[in-house]
């Protein structure tokens, strides 16, 4: 039996659609590496901070303190144990692609240290992924130096409340919760580790976190995320409650700027630009 040349590429291009995964796969491929079922993971890291103050020049901000590849927002730094918890509250954004077939994350979340203490972060947040015209949203909870989990069964969608708080029980030990609030769902989740938290650093962040194999980790594409607003971020200390006012101001730098921090009062903007 004879074939025309075109049959053939239009078979072998129905054939490449057909082996492209649908969004739903790629969720469900995504939520089993966290789940510990393949061996890729998903990870929130420490800050890694660039040394680029011709980058701080360029935007018209000399005295800007801190760029990362990883890191957005505002971090309290203190040199004694001090921090017992952290929340705050935001909108979950739409992601958008910024080019290109591969899926671009970023992520929203609030933590116990990670900047100048990097043995341990206890952690909560919300991913929100896209490709195409295709977008997903993951609530989860991390104590690294282990990887993160998501909250099992916990439903987040574009436009959701969400609160998000990290409460130290001991060194070892934490609580993380997550609250939606446009849905009256919460989900708490107590971990440990044997990595020990200094209590030095109270942060919110926007981050383009990792994906691993093994221990070969790389930056996942980052999503143009618009703006995440923290509102009614604070701090709880020995001595009582802290908004992030007077907070290290760090934006994400990828061969570019890719974002830019505002604070004020108790609120913590971060706009991809």
Not at 170 to 180: P, R, V
Request: net charge negative; charged share 15%.
């Amino acid at each position: 039996m004879m074939f025309s040349a075109a049959f053939l590429v239009q078979a072998l291009l129905a054939s490449a659609v057909f082996a492209f995964p649908s969004s739903k796969e790629r969720l469900t491929s995504r939520r089993a590496r966290r789940s510990g079922d393949v061996a890729r993971t998903r990870q929130s890291k420490p800050v890694n901070i660039v040394s680029s103050p011709q980058v701080a020049a360029a935007v018209g901000n000399a005295s800007h303190p801190q760029f990362s590849s990883n890191w957005a927002g505002a971090v309290l730094v203190a040199s004694t144990a001090t921090y017992k918890s952290v929340t705050g509250t935001f909108t979950v954004p739409t992601p958008k692609s910024t080019g290109g077939s591969a899926e671009q994350c970023a992520s929203a979340w609030v933590g116990i240290d990670g900047d100048t203490c990097e043995t341990a972060i206890l952690q909560t947040g919300v991913d929100f992924c896209v490709s195409g015209s295709d977008t997903s949203f993951d609530a989860w909870y991390e104590f690294f130096p282990a990887d993160s989990f998501d909250f099992s069964g916990f439903s987040v969608s574009a436009g959701d409340s969400i609160t998000i708080t990290a409460t130290v029980s001991s060194t070892t030990e934490g609580t993380l919760t997550i609250k939606n609030n446009s849905k009256g769902t919460t989900a708490t989740k107590t971990v440990t580790s044997s990595a020990k938290l200094c209590e030095t650093n109270a942060e919110w962040i926007v981050e383009d976190f990792e994906e691993c194999e093994g221990n070969d980790c790389e930056l996942v594409p980052f999503a143009n995320f618009g703006t995440v607003v923290f509102t009614g971020a604070s701090a709880t200390t020995n001595s009582g409650t802290v908004t992030p006012a007077g907070a290290t101001i760090i934006d994400i730098e990828q061969n570019s700027v890719l974002t830019s921090v505002s604070q004020s009062g108790s609120t913590v903007t971060v706009e991809y630009v």
